[in-house]
């Protein structure tokens, strides 16, 4: 194989969920297109990896200061909802079963992985929690322990205040499941068979 197809391919493969084979066909599939399809799709990407960077008040990725959640005033009815990543947003947003405001901590707390509370993003969850009067925390993290200690964790540090509510999905999400693999209908009825903390 060509060297720089070689390299091309590497960097396919390193993509969550392509493996090599995968990533061998994307490669071919691009570079034997006479659209311009791998020229267009080099371009976007460019731009996007310059422009998009974490919202600073939420984490959810935007190219404006302030992600359009964070402005949307539709969206100041009090409740936060505390996610993994990106992913876990889109998630919420394709079901529509969630109408408030996203805090993405970007991990979950791991020893074996070597997570710690430094690595989140969690530094202004207390300051936002207050400016943007959140009555209800809800934590839609992973249904693992690792899930389970983040959020006891994130409880210990913000929980000084007792008029928020700690709620969290109710059972329609399995045991070590993870958001992205639950179908919209049992993501909705989690979100709304949430129960306190």
């Known amino acids: 194989?060509?060297?720089?197809?070689?390299?091309?391919?590497?960097?396919?493969?390193r993509l969550p969920r392509v493996g090599n084979r995968a990533a061998t066909r994307i490669v071919l599939s691009l570079l034997m297109d006479?659209?311009?399809?791998?020229?267009?799709l080099a371009e976007c990407?460019?731009?996007t990896a310059l422009t998009i960077h974490p919202c600073r008040n939420c984490g959810i990725l935007t190219d404006a200061d302030i992600c359009e959640f964070c402005r949307d005033p539709s969206r100041e009815n009090g409740t936060l909802c505390i996610v993994r990543d990106m992913s876990d947003v889109w998630t919420f947003e394709k079901s529509s079963a969630f109408h408030g405001r996203y805090h993405i901590i970007g991990g979950v707390l791991s020893g074996v992985a070597g997570i710690t509370p430094m690595d989140l993003n969690i530094e202004n969850l207390s300051e936002r929690i207050s400016?943007?009067?959140?009555?209800?925390v809800i934590f839609a993290?992973?249904?693992?322990?690792?899930?389970?200690?983040?959020?006891?964790?994130?409880m210990s540090v913000v929980g000084e205040?007792?008029?928020?509510?700690?709620?969290?999905?109710?059972?329609g999400?399995?045991?070590?499941?993870?958001?992205?693999?639950?179908?919209?209908?049992?993501?909705?009825?989690?979100?709304?068979g949430r129960k306190k903390l």
């Open 1 to 13: 194989m060509n060297p720089k197809i070689e390299k091309l391919v590497k960097q396919f493969a």
């Open 34 to 40: 006479k659209t311009g399809r791998a020229t267009a």
């Open 45 to 47: 990407l460019l731009d």
């Open 131 to 136: 400016n943007e009067k959140i009555s209800e």
């Open 141 to 154: 993290l992973p249904n693992t322990i690792e899930g389970k200690t983040t959020s006891n964790y994130i």
């Open 161 to 171: 205040n007792e008029n928020i509510t700690f709620s969290e999905l109710a059972s």
């Open 173 to 192: 999400v399995p045991l070590g499941g993870e958001l992205d693999y639950i179908d919209d209908g049992t993501l909705t009825l989690a979100l709304r």
